[in-house]
């Protein structure tokens, strides 16, 4: 599997190593640092930061709690994940809006994504009521203009631009203009640049003085490598920006990008592009990308996911069966359906912790494999469906018959249930609280 | 500007931040372990990735050690001697024509302005050059594409946004060969490589593009952002696997980015750097030489 090989895994790997073994010496935890040190670097985390990361890291990990414990392995994890987090941020940050209209100022450079998160943003702040208004400061980059209009029609926001001009003047003129139209929040567009650049950073800072923006938002291509500390730490710099926004999550990046960026700005991450559609877009949730990070999975995502995609009274159904341990063929039925609404397996099962562990093939993740499972259960008895246990060779060979497939593709389908049974029950938090794959 | 100069100018942060800290540590006489850890370093934050990192210090520690190099100078020799035959190993493809290049990559690597580049570098060469806006998906491509081919003085093919990107090529196709032309350059749209739908377009488009002119030489270069971190190596794999790959062009290389991973790629997937991108001008694209890149970076 593509997704998610990486840092995730590497981690894993290392902690399961140590996991065997119970106890850490001190010799333990630098052989594991090193690894993280290597598995950070890979992931694009800053040198700098990552330097950082593992000196906070053994400092807390060489305190006399851990090696004593016996259950080390979960200090160290603990450690590391608590240490990315407050790296990353610690809590969700939001988009602190104020003045009328609302300025909101992007800025990055070239290929970030700028002016498609203008109108994820216009589509998500239209979701909550407000009246949108996109203006095209982009005047540098051929048919800039026209993808914004364009992404301004699908975001069912208002648009504004005055061709190829001074794009300070576009913007103070778009003021004028979102107050006519009753706009209660402007977003500015504009071109991408290099950091290094000083007439178009200027440019930005002219924008800035006519038009102070409530929130002045960097975008970043997750994939950014070594330079996102400096790209960072220049824009905020002259800028002093209020937040950021990442970009392409949906690639296989490992989003080492994200750590530097905070880190070097201290600015929080507000928001993720998660595709090219106008929806895709999330909150950034520094737990959950830790977590992804160090390959717990993004579960919490999911489970959000689920609630969207599911309703409120089967997930509470499916978490009841599942701490009764009765979690039946009926259930898994239910799950392929929410899988479907979802956005497939291969995403959710990329977000699912460890899911590299469990070896699944590529062809496994054939969505049309899904509809035979569907039309295997279907032709199952309630009383089957309810406790596979019986169903035993014969009713096999029925089921198989029924449903037009072959005993191959219900075994199949019996052992794919029982495995994900079982990734179930290691989804289960402390304390009761059951954290729902699907 | 010559090629040297340009390059010397795009990399000139490359060269001031590495050269400096190499200078630095060359200076002092011990080459010993502290020395290969600080060398790690340097190497690894210009994103040439764990890999080739280690393999070239290895390399250079086998080299320095079997001949007795122990003199700043010396070692410098070896090291740019190591990086340039990486970076040489596989042959720059010989382009012959009629030639179809299509051009891929993620989202906004700057595979357009790559189109619009290579347009303005062959019609230069008295090169008949046709371009294909075979990205139908992002809002207001063929637009922008449109905006490159006036600037290249070329002739374009598009459809409407949403129109069937390989019924966008195939049209492309009958005109090149209808009108006799040296060069059809295909802008494909962003895509991760990690979309399996999206990769399956892609060879949709390369397959057809060979079918319907067999004669030609078909090529397929990646634009990588000279930006993007470890990820480049993902990208690089798997669009290779899709598409196979003939070369790579490197843009953004006018920032501050270090452009390192070309090295790495270049290790592992032996696909040879062509072009890099050095601004957003029509003129901002120059012929790669692996030689004046490792010596820039100095
Ligand atoms: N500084 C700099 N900017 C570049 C270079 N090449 C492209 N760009 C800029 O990068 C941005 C994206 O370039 P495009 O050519 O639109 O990229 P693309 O890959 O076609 O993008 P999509 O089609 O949206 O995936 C534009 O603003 C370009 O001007 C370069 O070598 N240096
Ligand atoms: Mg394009």
């Known amino acids: 599997m593509a997704f998610f090989k990486g840092l995730s895994e590497k981690l894993n790997h290392i902690f399961s190593k140590i996991v065997h073994k119970g106890r850490l010496s ?82 990055g450079l070239q290929g970030a994504g700028k002016t498609t998160m203008c109108g994820k943003l216009a589509h998500l702040l239209k979701k909550q009521g407000r009246n949108v208004m996109l203006a095209a400061c982009d005047v540098y980059r051929p048919a800039a203009i026209k993808q914004l209009q364009i992404v301004a029609q699908s975001a069912n926001a208002q648009s ?69 500390v400096t790209v960072a730490s220049s824009f905020n710099q002259r800028l002093d920006i209020t937040g950021v926004i990442l970009t392409k999550l949906d690639g296989d990046t490992r989003g080492g990008a994200a750590l530097s960026v905070r880190a070097v700005t201290g600015k929080p991450i507000k928001f993720c592009g998660i595709g090219e559609r106008i929806g895709d877009i999330e909150p950034f949730y520094p737990d959950r990308m830790a977590s992804r990070i160090l390959g717990m999975g993004d579960v919490l995502t999911l489970i959000e996911k689920a609630q969207a995609a599911v309703s409120e009274e089967d997930l509470k159904k499916m978490e009841r069966r599942l701490a009764e341990n009765t979690f039946t063929l009926d259930d898994f039925l239910t799950q392929f359906d929410s899988i479907s609404k979802m956005g497939g397996l291969s995403q959710i099962l990329g977000m699912m912790p460890g899911a590299g562990r469990f070896n699944i093939k590529e062809s496994e993740l054939d969505e049309s494999r899904i509809k035979v499972f569907k039309a295997i259960i279907q032709s199952m008895t309630p009383q089957e469906r309810a406790n596979p246990a019986i169903i035993k060779a014969s009713r096999r060979k029925r089921i198989a018959s029924g449903s037009g497939t072959s005993i191959q593709q219900v075994n199949q389908l019996l052992k794919q249930y029982e495995q994900t049974k079982e990734l179930m029950r290691k989804f289960k938090g402390k304390g009761g609280k059951i954290r729902l794959p699907f | 500007m010559s090629f040297f100069k340009k390059i010397w100018e795009a990399l000139k942060k490359t060269r001031e931040s590495i050269g400096y800290k190499l200078s630095q540590l060359f200076g002092g ?42 003199d700043r100078d010396g070692v410098l020799r070896a090291l740019k001697a190591i990086m340039i035959e990486i970076l040489e190993e596989t042959p720059i493809p010989q382009i012959t024509t009629p030639a179809v290049i299509t051009v891929v990559g993620v989202n906004g690597v700057g595979k357009t302005t790559a189109v619009g580049k290579l347009a303005k570098y062959f019609s230069a060469q008295k090169l008949n050059v046709l371009i294909a806006a075979a990205d139908t998906f992002r809002a207001a491509a063929s637009e922008q594409l449109s905006v490159w081919a006036q600037r290249a003085k070329v002739k374009i093919v598009r ?85 196979s790959l003939d070369g790579i062009i490197l843009t953004k290389l006018d920032g501050t980015a270090k452009g390192g991973v070309a090295l790495a790629i270049a290790k592992r997937l032996a696909l040879p750097v062509m072009f890099v991108g050095v601004g957003e001008g029509i003129d901002d694209l120059i012929e790669f030489d692996a030689k004046e890149f490792v010596e820039s970076m100095f």
Do not use: W
């Open chain 2, 29 to 70: 006489k011990v080459l010993d372990d502290d020395f290969y850890d600080e060398l790690e370093a340097i190497l690894l934050s210009s994103d040439m990735g764990a890999e080739a990192t280690l393999d070239i210090l290895d390399r250079l520690k086998d080299e320095t050690d079997s001949r007795k190099i122990k």
């Open chain 1, 160 to 228: 504004f631009e005055q061709g190829v001009s001074n794009p300070v003047k576009i913007a103070k003129n778009a003021i004028k203009e979102a107050t006519k139209k009753s706009c209660d929040v402007l977003i500015l567009d504009t071109a991408g640049r290099l950091h290094i650049n000083d007439e178009l950073m200027q440019e930005l800072e002219d924008i800035i003085k006519a038009t102070k923006p409530c929130e002045i938002l960097l975008t970043v291509d997750a994939m950014t490598g070594q330079d996102a």
């Open chain 2, 159 to 243: 459809q409407d946004q949403g129109a069937d990107a390989a019924s966008v090529v195939y049209d492309a196709i009958q005109s090149a060969k209808a009108k006799d032309m040296d060069i059809l350059l295909i802008d494909t749209a962003g895509r991760l490589h990690n979309k399996k739908n999206l990769m399956e377009e892609l060879k949709k488009i390369v397959r057809i593009s060979e079918r319907e002119f067999d004669q030609a030489n078909h090529l397929r270069f990646l634009v990588l952002d000279a930006t993007t971190g470890q990820n480049a190596i993902s990208q690089a794999d798997i669009f290779n696997e899709a598409v």
């Open chain 1, 26 to 107: 001190e010799l333990e935890i630098n052989t594991a640092l090193r690894e993280i040190r290597i598995a950070l670097l890979e992931a694009d985390v800053n040198f700098a930061v990552v330097k950082d990361f593992i000196n906070k890291v053994k400092q807390k990990a060489t305190g006399q709690e851990i090696l004593e414990s016996l259950s080390a392995s979960q200090q160290v994890i603990k450690i590391v994940n608590e240490e990315l987090i407050s790296l990353m941020g610690g809590t969700v940050a939001k988009l602190e809006l104020s003045g009328n209209p609302a300025v909101i100022m992007m800025c």
